[in-house]
């Protein structure tokens, strides 16, 4: 059961650069999002979707963007990295019918833009 | 709008006493409340979740919390408390009222055990 995968796990950007953080997940979960961990400030919510199509901002979405055109894949970009995007980030997936809403994390994602 | 607090930055607890970590809620319809814990350069890991039913909840590790819909609290405890306990502790938040609701996070409580 590979669950919830994020790649890349490491990943070096220079400023202005744009790249995407890669999530899928195997467990047909409807729900979907990304967070960033900084120290001291918890997990932030970046956006979320609640099925395909279907996508929306949550606390921290500027210079982020994502798309859900399947029900297993949520890809965030970055389309031009700042030094401020330096954080850990993390994908969840869960699902009121299937998991009992509990909430299932990918390993993390280490991004450093220099 | 719906929020989540984890008032204390640091707890310190000694080995075999009780601990406690505190965390508040805002929602505006019934509230889903969960513990995740998270171990240096690790994901996260679930510990327990209150949807519905008993206001005390049992999970991982020895883990318990009660669900106070007065107090708008859902605290975390654990009789005795272990040095592998020592961890980043998280409390999140999503309102039930809504299938299209977020799950929002607090800012999370530094567990430190001492023998």
């Known amino acids: 059961n590979a669950g919830v995968t994020q790649t890349p796990k490491f990943q070096v950007l220079k400023t202005g650069q744009s790249m995407t953080l890669q999530c899928a997940q195997d467990?047909?979960?409807?729900?979907m999002s990304w967070y960033r961990q900084d120290p001291g400030m918890g997990l932030r919510l970046i956006h979320y979707s609640v099925g395909a199509g279907i996508t929306d901002q949550g606390e921290v979405p500027n210079g982020y963007n994502v798309s859900r055109s399947t029900t297993e894949d949520f890809p965030l970009r970055l389309l031009s990295a700042a030094p401020s995007q330096t954080s850990v980030y993390f994908c969840?997936?869960?699902?009121?019918?299937?998991?009992?809403?509990?909430?299932?994390f990918g390993e993390g994602s280490w991004l450093t833009v220099v | 709008a719906q929020s989540v607090a984890q008032p204390e930055d640091q707890v310190n607890v000694a080995e075999g006493n009780p601990l406690t970590v505190k965390c508040t809620y805002s929602?505006?319809?019934?509230?889903?409340l969960f513990w995740y814990v998270q171990y240096p350069n690790r994901g996260l890991q679930f510990l327990l979740k209150y949807i519905t039913g008993d206001n005390l909840v049992k999970g991982s590790y020895g883990f318990e919390a009660e669900f106070n819909k007065s107090q708008t609290s859902f605290h975390l405890k654990k009789p005795s408390a272990l040095v592998s306990d020592s961890a980043l502790y998280f409390c999140a938040v999503r309102d039930g009222y809504s299938s299209a609701s977020k799950i929002i996070f607090g800012s999370g409580t530094r567990l430190s055990i001492r023998p």
């Open positions: 969840a997936s869960s699902s009121d019918r299937t998991s009992g809403n509990t909430i299932y």
């Open positions: 467990m047909n979960h409807e729900y």
């Open positions: 929602v505006s319809g019934n509230p889903y």
